[in-house]
Structure formats: C-alpha cells, structure tokens
C-alpha cells in the first residue's frame, strides 16, 4: 500500500460508494492508534497533551492541513484531550481520504 500520509485528498465523486469493512480494516493497518466505529463509517482517535494549550496548537494544526486538502474532521476539545472523528459525510461512511487525513493527523504528533 501506498503511504497515505503522501498522498492528497480527491473530492468525491458521484456516485461513489464508502469503503467496503475489508478495506477499512487494510487501512487501519497503515494508522493502528485510530479505531472504526461499530458500523465502520467513522475512525477516531483520542490524543492527550501536557496541557490545554497544547491542545488547542494541536486542533489548529489540524485545521491548516484539514484546509489545505479540504477535507475536514469533527474533534472535540477536553481540557487535555482531544477525540478526532474522520468520515465522508457525502458518503455516509469512509473514502480513502479519511485514512490519508488521520495519517496526516499522526504525523503532526510524531515529528
């Protein structure tokens, strides 16, 4: 598999179908901290921080590479947690796009 972290968010097309549960759990294998929902139309992760604004760098940073691929998570800030949830809201369930963007998302706490 290609690295996802290399690779760009592509709009959606019509008629587009979300991955299949196999393939999700292929990708889950490139991004082993993320876990799919239960009906596997999402993927979250929870990161923790040393402090609250710490926090907030990390939603920010998020945010600028959510923009520049347009392609944009729901998280929720708790005091020094934050929980990122990926899904193709066109799609009611997941596209290649929301594995690239949590491998983004990793790569902001690994360097």
Same mark, same amino acid.
């Given at each position: ?9 592509? #709009?959606?097309?019509?008629?587009? !179908? /979300? &991955? ?7 990708? &889950? ?6 876990? /799919?929902?239960?009906?596997?139309? !999402?993927?979250? !992760?929870?990161?923790?921080? #040393? ?21 944009? #998570? ?5 005091? !020094?947690?934050?929980?990122?949830? &990926? ?25």
């Amino acid at each position: 598999m290609d690295n996802l972290a290399q690779k760009k968010c592509i #709009p959606c097309e019509g008629g587009t !179908r /979300p &991955l299949e549960k196999d393939t999700v759990k292929k990708l &889950l294998g490139q991004i082993p901290e993320w876990k /799919p929902s239960d009906d596997y139309t !999402r993927i979250s !992760r929870l990161f923790s921080f #040393p402090t609250f604004m710490d926090a907030i760098a990390f939603v920010t940073n998020i945010a600028t590479i959510a923009e520049k691929e347009n392609h944009h #998570p729901d998280m929720k800030i708790s005091y !020094r947690k934050v929980t990122v949830t &990926l899904t193709t809201h066109a799609l009611h369930g997941l596209s290649e796009n929301d594995f690239i963007m949590a491998a983004k998302i990793d790569k902001l706490i690994s360097t």
